[in-house]
């Protein structure tokens, strides 16, 4: 019984317990220059956007705040608005922090999720996805 007890405690406090991929299927996410192309042809609208968590009339539900940092890369989008996450569990990008995310949608009303969303930036500055900001300088300069 005691072994039982031990073996509990640490799997209550392993790390991969608590990892979100641990209950999510691993989405198709984009982890490549190859990728990022693939979802810059498909995609109506691509840009970078500095977003902030916000909660709107004092509701609980909480939406993405964002300001285009950069010229949009293709399309047409405001320079300030909303974006909406996936209310499903495991179809929210990662919104843990205000951070840049390097966003693919096909209409303004697209949701966001780790198909088309791609943090590159977070904490105050620091690259997260080094290699996804110079794919879009290329994209800027041409």
């Given at each position: 019984m005691k072994h039982i007890?031990?073996?509990l405690f640490l799997a209550l406090f392993s790390s991969k317990i608590f990892a979100i991929d641990f209950a999510c299927p691993d989405p198709q996410q984009l982890?490549?220059?190859e990728k990022l192309d693939i979802a810059y042809r498909n995609a109506e609208i691509v840009f970078l956007a500095n977003v902030e968590l916000e909660l709107i009339d004092g509701t609980p539900n909480i939406k993405w705040r964002y300001?285009?940092?950069s010229p949009v890369l293709k399309?047409?989008?405001k320079d300030e608005g909303y974006l909406f996450p996936s209310?499903?569990?495991c179809e929210t990008p990662d919104v843990s922090e205000e951070a840049v995310f390097?966003?693919?949608l096909n209409s303004h009303n697209d949701t966001l999720k780790p198909e088309n969303t791609l943090m590159v930036v977070y904490n105050r500055g620091q690259a997260h996805e080094k290699w996804a900001l110079d794919w879009v300088?290329?994209?800027a300069h041409n």
């Open positions: 007890f031990r073996f982890t490549s220059v300001s285009v940092i399309g047409e989008i209310s499903k569990a390097l966003v693919f300088a290329r994209k």
